[in-house]
């Protein structure tokens, strides 16, 4: 395999060995602080006035979808001054050493539609590839990514209102490294899935539980809620079959789902190489083929989604072998209700360190 030139689009292998040392230097800001406390204590000190919230809408909706629109009239209410148009990061850099003033910012909110096995939808450059914990190192390595200007200081926050990113630690890194500065901002994100738009609450967070089947081979609701059941046996409260056939939140507090899938595709090219094209008759053949091949492993394991619960074709033209896997993920939402009181959902503060973690 090694002699073959093999095109991936699922995972993008590239880790740049000078990645190390591509990174904020965090005793930057942490020696502003210590000459700040030795200010004497008769001199006297000026407030550090921010900037009011600014939100980047880092998408667009697509056929029957309004998660943007949602966040865009959400924020707009708050009046937020809301950002359309910059949907990577290197236009959300820009926007902010364009159009800086004396003050830094303050609450800098970044709203991409991502979850954890499908990732962020915001491109790293213009036009460039999604953001990935090595797709965006690459880029910061090769100096594709502007630097950001001193518009931000410790009290700034960068929050991400992308379900899923706290749960990849590598990401969020290097997230910290691309808003690098002399004084370095907080980047913020919740574990929890982002709802905007709720039937009885604008914006609200829920706790995702994830189970997937073969695309167009499902094994129907009641094998999936005894497998997602098996899965989480921590959680007593939802009846996993009815929330797999509930769409929507009907009543506050109530588990519904949503519908993802994730798209596999490999080309290796046999015109130069000693190999023959395999050939195979069945979905097992092809899975036996990819265990054998221990890069084609390390991609899938990324995901943590077994071979079998993604639905396996392929093809051949000519000297080269295609072969396309699809799994359709179901991602059952418990929405978070506040403990005591009125039943309502739990207001999404992001100074909260339960509902947002701070890098």
Known sequence: MNTLLKKSVFVVGIIVATSSFISCDK?????????DNTTSINEKT???????????????DKGNETFYSNARTYFQEKK??????QYSLEEIILWMNKNANQNPYGEVHIVNKSNPYKGMNLETIVNGEKITAETLRKNITQGNLPTLNNVVNNNSKIIFHASGLVENTALI????????AENLPKVVASPYYTIFGGKFSNHYLAQPYYVFYPTANSPGKMDLSK????????EKDIDWFEALNNEEERYVGEAFTTQFSIPIKWEFDYHNSDDEIPTFTTQEEVMDWIEQNEELTT??????????????????????LTIRGRTTGLCVLKPLIKPYGDLKHIEPDTSNKRLYAMK
């Open 46 to 60: 000026s407030e550090v006035v921010t900037r009011k919230p600014i939100v980047f809408i880092a998408g667009f």
């Open 80 to 85: 937020y001054q809301v950002i359309d148009g």
């Open 173 to 180: 890194n290097t997230l910290k490294d691309a808003f690098c």
């Open 27 to 35: 005793s930057k800001g942490e020696s502003v602080v210590i000459a």
């Open 299 to 320: 991609e899938i394991a990324k995901h943590n989604i077994p071979l079998e619960k993604y639905r396996w074709n392929w093809s051949i033209k000519n000297s080269k």
């Open 227 to 234: 497998e997602i059941a098996k899965k989480y046996p921590e």
